[in-house]
């Protein structure tokens, strides 16, 4: 009777435990940003990816073939933000990379922050003075802090600032970026007192040393690089003191000139940056236990080498292929070091690229240039006219235009009126698509989709007065390479890839936002939704 009940006990006692084995969470959730991943990069080089890599994620995960960006401006900052927070500007605050301070005039960086915390790693500010304080609301790794008690554990790496520290949130236990002048990992006092062991020991390898020792070759020979533009042609871009934008880059030469910040535009910052993400999960022990940890990699590199040669380059293919390896190599570590069936990971990007504007032109395809410069010098003398003397606009970023509000009123004028004026004016420029006043967007719900995106990335007292759009694939940056940051498919079209635990594979061909990523990463991992989300849930499950 005795031996029989203290069976059961075992045996209820085991049941118990192996309910307990099966947690509803991943140990770990692992967010993976590309900086500029057009989403057709996923297809141009199809036949030279690996097995292991983006096709492993394609094949094995849920693949959204629909995902954009809803909002403007598709810039870094804001991305990475609407990924997290799963909301757009309006509402998280990162109201672009930089935007211009209301009360002083003057442009505030995303996460500047040199009054409240101090550079660690570094006695610069400039580079580490940084903290997420200017994002309003909470990310996938606050709310799983709270949930859990402040047992998981959340980190942040990339080669930005503003990408490691705005994925990893407020409660972070740290977020790492790169030092152009020491090439090592720093932090701010925002998350830590001195850099922990791992980060010292990471920045004692001198990893950026090593990577810039040796010419940028191409990987595989150059002559099958046949889905890109010859190597030599007129819309690339060149490093400092490079005679000519093909290869082999010499990058132990061309160091001199461009310090150890050149490991960015390199495909080599995407190897140090999955080093980075290996030495985090080590150092930090994450995804060890059933208590769910986050980790936020983002690589930034390819934004850089994006910006400089185009999406027609081969320097961009390289780069992509080498990426394709370095994904394949922190699946392969996730699978040993946290089990095959433990981590959930989601893939995306924080915006698309345009095409050379010049290479557009070539091809027939309407393309060009602008430069706010001239458009708000000439907006300036109109108003003069109109208005009287006065410093009317005190900016224009994210191409928005800012009003002088405190001398508008001053003067008593009615800054709704003001705003239809300037709007119709800007739209008789050459190139302007159109011009919306921010009062239409505030009051309004906007119903075509430009204004809905304008609506969605415009922030009430951080964003301007006037969201100027121009017409498609016009510009502002050089004749050669490339940039982003507006609502035409080229920069809101993005890969959206989840992965892993809980994770129903196949291809989706329906509407998905940027901001379904968090509500749907947080429903997959039985975790608070962010609290501001406004996404939806993709049904993936
Ligand atoms: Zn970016
Ligand atoms: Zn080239
Ligand atoms: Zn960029």
């Known amino acids: 009777m005795k031996r029989t009940i203290f069976l059961s006990a075992i ?77 757009t500007p309006a509402v998280h605050g990162i109201a672009g990379n930089d935007w211009i301070d209301r009360i002083s005039g003057k442009s505030i960086y995303c996460t500047s922050d040199s009054l409240e915390v101090t550079p660690v790693g570094t006695s610069d500010k400039k580079i580490a003075a940084h903290s997420p304080r200017r994002q309003m609301v909470t990310t996938i790794g606050d709310e799983l802090k709270i949930f ?24 972070a236990n740290g977020a790492y970026w790169y030092d152009n002048t020491t090439g090592g990992l720093v932090s701010s006092s925002f998350y830590v007192k001195e850099l922990p062991v791992w980060v010292t ?27 890109s533009f010859a190597d030599s042609n007129k819309y690339e871009g060149l490093f400092k003191e490079e005679k000519k934008p093909i290869f082999p880059h010499d ?34 022990g994450l995804g060890l236990d059933n208590i769910p940890d986050l980790l936020a990699v983002s690589f930034s590199s390819p934004d850089h080498i994006g910006h400089k040669y185009g999406p027609q380059s081969v320097e961009v293919e390289d780069c992509y292929l080498r990426l394709d390896l370095e994904i394949a190599a922190l699946i392969s570590y996730l699978e040993t070091k946290v089990g095959k069936d433990n981590f959930l990971l989601f893939l995306a990007a924080d915006h698309g690229a345009s095409q050379n504007a ?29 208005y009287g003397a006065g410093d009317w606009i005190i900016g224009y970023e994210n191409d928005q235009v ?15 009126e003001v705003e239809n004026v300037v709007a119709r004016w800007i739209e008789t420029r050459p190139n302007v698509h159109k011009a919306i006043p921010s009062h239409v967007l505030r009051n309004g719900a906007a119903s075509a989709k430009m204004e809905q995106l304008a609506q969605n990335g415009l922030h009430p007292f951080r964003s301007g007065d006037v969201t100027v759009i121009m017409n498609f694939g016009y510009m502002e940056w050089a004749e050669t390479g490339t940039t982003h940051g507006t609502s035409f498919t080229y920069d809101t079209h993005i890969p959206m890839i989840f992965y892993g635990k809980g994770v129903k594979p196949g291809e989706y061909l329906q509407a998905a936002n940027i901001v379904d990523i968090a509500p749907t990463i947080s429903t997959i991992a039985n975790i608070p939704f962010p609290g501001a989300a406004t996404g939806k849930v993709l049904d993936i499950k």
């Open 11 to 87: 045996s209820i006692f085991s049941f118990q435990f192996s309910i307990f084995a099966q947690s509803p969470h991943p140990k770990l959730i692992v967010g993976i940003v590309v900086d500029q991943m057009r989403y057709d990069y996923l297809y141009k080089y199809w036949d030279k990816y690996g097995n292991d890599g983006l096709k492993k994620l394609m094949k094995g995960g849920a693949v959204f073939k629909n995902g954009h960006y809803n909002y403007i401006p598709t810039y870094t900052a804001p991305g990475h933000c609407s990924i997290y927070t799963g909301t």
């Open 148 to 171: 859990t008690n402040f047992k998981s554990k959340v980190v942040g790496v990339a080669l930005k600032d503003r990408s490691s520290i705005l994925p990893a949130g407020h409660n």
């Open 201 to 227: 020991k990471f920045n004692e390898k001198k990893l950026a040393d090593a990577y810039l020792s040796k010419p940028w070759n191409t990987l595989l020979p150059i002559e099958t690089y046949t889905e």
């Open 251 to 284: 990058l132990p030469a061309l160091r001199k000139a461009n310090g150890m910040g050149l490991l960015r535009e390199t495909p080599f910052g995407n190897t140090f940056t999955k080093e980075m993400a290996i030495a985090a999960i080590e150092g930090e």
């Open 358 to 386: 010049n290479y557009l032109s070539d091809q027939k395809i309407p393309a060009g240039h602008y430069k706010p410069k001239e458009f708000t010098d000439s907006l300036k003398a109109m108003m003069a006219q109109r």
């Open 402 to 416: 800012y009003f002088n509000r405190p001398l508008m009123a001053s003067r008593r004028m009615n800054p709704e």
